[in-house]
């Protein structure tokens, strides 16, 4: 019995709906069983040939986190230099990571060196690797979302420096980096969406038929 009924689905559906990549988070603590629990979900994912790519680091020391911030405010200021005109001015009042607030932070990488697996799956397209790593993510994502905590995702950042600040073994490329914590507030809309930087796509505009 799988137990998925009309409810269940109902309750997966609200969670698909309020998931959100957060950036504005409570600095309260997230109980480290619920945490674990949350990471197992990692074990329950897809993954090419079953190679289980993925490798979680817990940046948790004071002198981590304060590269990590300072990789960011490099990369998003060479970001920003990057924008012109309306763009630039949005692009600057826009706050894309909750690095300072954030009780959590992991960086996920993918071991592009692995032999598990045996490489089935990856020989013509080894970038299925870091594509078994995000479809990992997204269900720890959710997870943690079904625990009321919020999760946002870094990628604006120098993953060569990130990876050096870390003593990240060659051959790992940076999958993101991820501020883990209990949001300030709950939406069904992305934040980006509400301040005016684009706009969700409705189905019929993805669908090639
Ligand atoms: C691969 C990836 C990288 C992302 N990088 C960033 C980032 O560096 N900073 C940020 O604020 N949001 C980042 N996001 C979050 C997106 O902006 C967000 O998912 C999108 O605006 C839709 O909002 P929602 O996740 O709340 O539905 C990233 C999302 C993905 C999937």
């Keep these: 019995m799988t137990g998925f009924d009309a409810d269940f689905r109902d309750r997966l559906w609200h969670l698909l709906r309020m998931r959100r990549d957060v950036r504005h988070f409570k600095t309260d603590p997230i109980p480290d069983d ?42 998003n200021a060479d970001a920003l230099a ?13 706050k894309l990571s909750g690095m300072e607030q954030a ?18 799956g990856a020989g013509t397209m080894p970038e299925m690797r870091a594509y078994s790593c995000v479809s990992a993510v997204m269900q720890f994502w959710l997870a943690l979302r079904s625990h009321g905590i919020g999760m946002g995702w870094v990628s604006i950042l120098d ?14 490329r940076l999958i993101g ?7 300030e507030t709950e939406d069904d809309r992305p934040e980006l969406e ?3 930087w684009e706009k969700r796509q409705a189905l019929p505009e ?3 038929r």
Excluded at 82 to 94: E, I, M, T
Excluded at 177 to 183: K, L, S, T
């Design 194 to 196: 509400k301040v005016g």
């Design 82 to 94: 990057g924008y012109s005109g309306d763009d630039a001015r949005l692009y600057a009042g826009l």
């Design 159 to 172: 993953p060569d420096r990130l990876a050096q600040d870390l003593t990240i073994p060659a051959g790992w």
């Design 103 to 120: 009780p959590v932070h992991i960086a996920v990488w993918c071991d592009d060196t692995t032999t598990k697996g045996k490489g089935l």
């Design 206 to 208: 993805m669908l090639n």
């Design 177 to 183: 980096y991820f501020c883990i914590g209990y949001p």
């Design 34 to 75: 619920t945490l674990d629990l949350c990471l197992r979900s990692f074990s329950f994912a897809p993954s090419v040939g079953l190679s289980e790519p993925w490798r979680i680091v817990i940046v948790g020391s004071d002198a981590a986190r304060a590269a990590a911030r300072d990789n960011f405010r490099t990369a």
